[in-house]
């Protein structure tokens, strides 16, 4: 994870990388607002859902503007750039890549044409049958073009396209004709000129909720981003439910019956622990499942300590149901974030400390309990064990607040594949020997799902089982670069299809070199979505 979003525990070694949210999505309508401004501040609580790009549109009721590039929500917008963006309803997104690469040309919110006028939108999740849905697109809209034909790569541009409609069809009837056909993970939210959208899938995969202003309406991932802009919490947006708030209020439709499977990592290390998900808030969750970790493996032991941030809650429950004192054994600097400055070979070897450094008073000599959410492929914790005894320590035990991942994820979170998630090919004691420990305890199946307080059958727990509660396609329609891939028939045709296609076949327009304008009627319509040559 880069640095700012407050969870180091995946990203302590250059070059490691942790689990990976796909993107947060925020929606807003509020006549009077600066929707702009609400938008960036939503997404700055969304910004540990993806920092790879950020983007926001807005519209006046008559026309939509949009800015969005490469960086961190800090890094894409300034006040010049926010003021520019003017009009009553927004969508913003931040975007971590999951399906199509990690490129200004994948960006969102992403931009199409529609019977009336033009589309933005904002997608979180991953769907599982882009290969069918390309299909389509090429079907139903011969002459390919839009955001697909100027390369961009992902299975949002492929629904953006298929919300373009035909002239006897609004956009609403339009999404209620395409969403049953989705399959995966997906919290979309879109607009036109005049409405603000928000749908979710029929499983709920991905958190989704909406909140009130006293001048408006607010949709988004996280209720923390309601409580940025000052909404109040109304409800989630219920799974399989379409979402529409213009002038005349919010109305609601369903497009698909409730199959409700809940993405359990979001209580484990995803969501923010300041998130409440179906009603449970996550950080009392997180302090549950560390009880219950106590309770299934105990170990004599003087201090119990957090691998910072995302092992705090955990390792605060850990020290209340064992009665072992809590305490900050490694010091974190909050500073250390995306960097292009590659650590020399000296440095990589002591790289851990780069971002947390042991406490040796308070380490040496104790026997220590280490408390983390997960295990991905081990290294961060082989590293970290390496670096506690180093300060001191006596023993080593090392304690996970959920089960061993063993799978991969296919709705929207990033993992390594399976061959590399050292859980996979090892058992517990092989991976207790692999990473140095002294023991090491992971939170069993039951207890995970019991500090949810949700339903076993409500959750998705794949990453930990292998039990897909939506079904997949064969491996070959599977893949973060799928539509990337050479001599894949999708591509191959999106290719010949495609050509130099200006910003006024989306039925916008923009400029291509940052914020300068172009003639006055263009600018006017579209601002530029930043410096589509610069990649970070």
């Known amino acids: 994870m880069a640095g700012g979003d407050g969870r180091l525990s995946h990203d302590l070694l250059p070059g490691e990388k942790g689990p990976q949210d796909a993107c947060g999505v925020f929606g807003v309508w509020a006549p009077g607002e600066e929707v702009a401004k609400l938008s960036y ?20 009721g008559s026309k939509i503007l949009i800015y969005k590039d490469m960086g961190l929500v800090s890094q894409v917008f300034n006040e010049n750039a926010l003021n520019s963006l003017t009009g009553h309803i927004a969508v913003g997104h931040t975007r971590y890549s999951t399906t199509g690469a990690s490129s200004w040309q994948n960006a969102q919110p992403t931009l199409g044409r529609t019977s009336g006028g033009t589309v933005a939108l904002g997608h979180n999740g991953n769907l599982t049958n882009t290969a069918e849905l390309m299909q389509l697109v090429h079907d139903r809209y011969p002459q390919l073009d839009g955001e697909l034909s100027r390369g961009n790569t992902t299975d949002t541009a492929v629904v953006t396209a298929l919300l373009t409609g035909d002239l006897d069809h609004t956009l609403e009837a339009t999404a209620l004709e395409v969403l049953p056909r989705l399959r995966g993970a997906f919290c979309l939210v879109f607009m036109d000129e005049h409405t603000l959208y928000a749908a979710r899938d029929p499983q709920g995969v ?48 369903r497009f698909a019956a409730e199959k409700r499977a809940g993405c359990v990592f979001e209580y484990v290390y995803l969501a923010r622990p300041d998130t409440t998900i179906a009603g449970r ?45 809590f305490g900050q054994g490694l010091v974190k600097n909050s500073y250390v974030g995306r960097t292009f400055i590659q650590p020399s070979q000296t440095i990589r070897q002591r790289g851990i400390k780069l971002k947390l450094n042991p406490l040796k008073e308070v380490i040496k000599g104790k026997r220590l ?168």
């Not at 006293?214 to 799974?239: H, N, Q």
């Not at 493996?297 to 955990?314: C, K, N, Q, Y």
């Not at 709705?411 to 594949?417: E, L, P």
Request: charged share 25%; with cysteine.
């Open 281 to 325: 808030g996550v950080y009392e969750a997180r302090v549950e499942m560390g009880r219950q970790l106590a309770r299934e493996h105990e170990v004599e032991a003087d201090l119990v300590i957090p691998t910072p941030e995302s092992g705090t809650p955990a390792a605060i429950g850990y020290a209340q149901a064992s009665g072992i004192p």
């Open 41 to 60: 501040f939503g997404l700055y609580a969304l910004q540990h859902r993806g920092q790879e790009s950020a983007g926001i549109a807005t519209s006046d």
């Open 369 to 536: 309990v280490v408390v983390d959410d997960s295990i991905v492929r081990g290294n961060t914790q082989r590293a970290l064990v390496s670096m506690l005894r180093e300060a001191g320590a006596a023993e080593v035990h090392v304690r996970i607040s959920s089960p061993p991942i063993t799978w991969p994820c296919f709705y929207g979170i990033d993992f390594a594949s399976r061959a590399e998630l050292i859980a996979t090919g090892l058992g517990v004691d092989e991976v207790r020997q692999s990473i140095g420990a002294d023991s090491l305890g992971y939170l069993s199946e039951d207890g995970m799902i019991a500090a949810t307080d949700q339903p076993r059958e409500r959750l998705c727990t794949a990453c930990f089982t292998g039990v897909y509660p939506i079904e997949l396609p064969d491996a070959h329609h599977l893949g973060k670069n799928l539509l990337e891939r050479p001599g894949d028939d999708a591509v191959e045709t999106a290719a010949e299809r495609a050509a130099t296609v200006t910003a006024t076949d989306t039925g916008a327009d923009a400029t291509s070199d940052g914020c300068e304008p172009g003639p006055d009627s263009e600018y006017e319509r579209l601002i530029a979505y930043g410096d589509p040559g610069r990649q970070e």
């Open 206 to 253: 991905r958190p989704l909720v909406l909140g009130r202003l006293e001048r408006g309406w607010v949709v988004a991932s996280e209720t923390a981003a309601l409580d940025i802009v000052g909404a109040s919490f109304v409800r989630e947006v219920e799974p399989g439910e379409l979402i529409a708030i213009d002038e005349n209020g919010l109305r609601t439709q």
